[in-house]
């Protein structure tokens, strides 16, 4: 069963600092996108990419959140300046055909910013 | 932002009963989607129902889609303690992104 793969699963570093979480999605999959759960909360809706390009991103996805596609394999996110309650888990998905058909979900990565 | 409301928010039941866990909006969503996610894990889907009205069975699982594609309905039968877990309902709206609910805690005790 493909998967999709996100590095690292834990990942703490200090406020201020600049924090890159990597995911590799389904090779086929032409659909990206990037949640947050922030512990005991919903599923927060972050980005979404589609054709090389930002297609859809909430509000919280402000100045200091930022994504790539670099290589064509993975898909990064990139938080600038990190803020305390930046903590939660991101979580990478792909999906082949856009959210209508659901999405594969990556297990996670979680950041704790002290 | 769509809501999407779940209820219950938490359902104890003992192994061998039934349960159904529900998911409104006042939005259309294009589809509807049930996930089942593990304390520490990502999101696992579990189905897609598109067309209003649509039933689909998944062993001991039954979603329903409502006719006018703004609720549906995930029933279990005769649960079991594998049955235990997260329940997310999550909807697509428009062409790039699922907005979730806030989840159905369910414990099914031996």
């Known amino acids: 069963e493909p998967e999709v793969t996100q590095t690292p699963s834990h990942q703490v570093t200090q406020m201020g600092q600049e924090v890159i979480l990597r995911c590799v999605p389904i090779s086929n999959h032409l659909y990206f996108y990037w949640y947050r759960q922030i512990l005991g909360q919903k599923v927060e809706f972050l980005v979404s990419f589609y054709n090389n390009e930002i297609s859809e991103k909430s509000e919280i996805f402000d100045d200091q959140f930022s994504v790539e596609r670099p290589d064509g394999s993975n898909f990064t996110l990139k938080i600038r300046s990190t803020k305390l309650e930046d903590s939660a888990m991101y979580f990478c998905a792909s999906s082949g055909q856009g959210p209508i058909y659901g999405y594969t979900f990556g297990s996670g990565t979680r950041l704790t910013v002290v | 932002t769509q809501l999407l409301e779940q209820s219950p928010q938490f359902l104890s039941i003992q192994e061998g009963e039934n349960l159904t866990v529900y998911c409104n909006s006042s939005s259309v969503f294009s589809s509807l989607q049930w996930y089942r996610q593990e304390p520490g894990e990502g999101p696992v889907l579990l189905v897609t129902?598109?067309?209003?009205?649509e039933v689909k069975k998944l062993k001991r699982l039954t979603f329903q889609f409502g006719d006018a594609r703004k609720d549906s309905s995930l029933h279990i039968t005769a649960a079991q303690p594998g049955d235990t877990g997260l329940y997310l309902c999550a909807g697509a709206f428009g062409d790039y992104k699922l907005s979730f609910g806030a989840g159905t805690t369910v414990t099914v005790r031996a």
């Open positions: 129902v598109v067309t209003g009205g």
